[in-house]
């Protein structure tokens, strides 16, 4: 198997586990030398810590695996285009490729609203390829808010509908 | 004493630590409702972690004091212009109000290279303000590379002069 399909389908599996635990269904892992150092789901919720996203939880564990603050030669793979927040993370880490499966049209910062990974004035530019697994990962997310607004219209829910 | 002084002064205590420690020396604190609710400095090589900016783990802390990854009505002080990452989280997070003392022109994100705290693409934006004992800051920021070049340069740690 295509070894980029293989670590696109690892960082599914990732957004799988957040989609059973009710988190927005993102996932990301760290390869280095052939070997995943960093995997994880977003946990915003559970964790309820806005910086929880799966990109950035999977940084933090490849540098500890790595015992260094930079990432040189890693590349992440992740369900959904990066945010600001995780793209100005991946600057800061060296991460040298970023292969993601589905733009994300309202934040999106490597390229639909702004582009962090590749910035003119920054000093480290991330190699970025994108599309691959992008229906399967976009399929989990529409089905996420789906689900979601269900349960918030059931009644059960109703004080939160405007949250 | 004026109250931003007051907060933007424990920023720079926080800053003052880091420097201790060799770090570059940028601090940061959360305000919620008169409160300190979030402290911290940058510690990027203590942790060994590229997302541990001061804005990140003073994000973090005020998240888990408050329970809620949304930190409404809060407001973040820190020695430094934010760059995309923390930029980045400051949106996640709603944060109201950003004061912050000096520019960084190579990668701040809240006017410098880029506008993050305020896109008209996202769905949040947070009021800024800046200036507030920038000097103070600035000094730390200089003092601390004057220091970390002659350290370097000085034959005991030649092996990271390329570092």
Redesign the interface.
Not at 47 to 52: G, K, Q, V, Y
Not at 83 to 89: E, I, L, N, P, R
């Given at each position: 198997m295509n070894r980029d399909v293989f670590y696109m389908g690892e960082a599914l599996k990732e957004a799988k586990r957040a989609f059973t635990k009710d988190e927005v269904p993102v996932g990301a892992v760290i390869v280095h030398r052939g070997t995943i150092i960093g995997r994880a789901y977003n946990q915003?919720?559970t964790?309820?810590?806005?910086?929880?996203h799966a990109e950035?939880i999977a940084?933090?564990q490849a540098?500890?695996h790595l015992?260094?603050?930079?990432?040189i030669g890693c590349s992440l793979y992740v369900t959904i285009e990066p945010?600001?927040?995780?793209?100005?993370?991946m600057?800061?880490?060296?991460i040298k490729d970023l292969v993601y499966a589905a733009d994300d049209l309202?934040?999106g910062?490597c390229g639909s609203?702004?582009n962090?990974v590749n910035?003119n004035?920054?000093?480290h530019k991330v190699k970025v390829r994108k599309g691959l697994l992008r229906q399967e990962a976009s399929l989990l997310i529409e089905e996420f808010f789906k689900r979601r607004r269900r349960t918030r219209y059931s009644g059960r829910n109703l004080d939160q509908v405007s949250g």
């Open positions: 915003i919720e964790l309820r810590d806005p910086t929880a950035m940084i933090t540098a500890a015992r260094n603050e930079r990432l945010c600001s927040m995780c793209a100005g993370a600057v800061l880490a060296r309202k934040t910062a609203i702004v962090i910035h004035k920054l000093n």
